[in-house]
């Protein structure tokens, strides 16, 4: 039976969705959505790495061949050696971010 909420202003809503958004001046290419609690390791940030590269290959044609270059700030999961061990695996140049150097 559905509950019908008499003052919906009144009701608290605690869920959250962490989402990651790549995109380049065509537009969206990749948006990964994860569980409240997910914890972003490198493993994780490949498994989203090879997700856009896929999305590339797909929406993008042309775009691998011609040059990738990935903006993303210093989190660890971003500068982890096997985050950067893949992307130089797929040829991609890392622009640095502000607050630092990138992976050269």
């Known amino acids: 039976?559905?509950?019908?909420i008499a003052a919906p202003a009144s009701?608290?809503?605690?869920?959250?969705?962490?989402?990651?958004?790549f995109w380049?001046?065509?537009?969206?290419l990749l948006t990964e959505f994860m569980?409240?609690?997910t914890t972003i390791t490198s493993e994780v940030?490949?498994?989203?790495?090879n997700?856009?590269?896929?999305?590339i290959q797909n929406k993008r044609r042309g775009m691998l061949t011609k040059g990738v270059i990935l903006l993303h700030d210093n989190a660890r999961p971003h500068t982890a050696a096997r985050t950067n061990?893949?992307?130089?695996?797929?040829?991609w140049e890392i622009f640095g971010h502000l607050s630092g150097t990138g992976a050269k």
């Open 11 to 21: 009701c608290e809503v605690r869920a959250m969705m962490m989402a990651t958004v």
């Open 35 to 37: 569980a409240p609690g």
């Open 85 to 91: 061990a893949l992307i130089k695996l797929f040829n």
């Open 45 to 49: 940030y490949c498994e989203t790495m």
């Open 1 to 4: 039976m559905d509950t019908i």
């Open 24 to 28: 380049e001046r065509k537009g969206i």
């Open 51 to 55: 997700k856009l590269r896929r999305s």
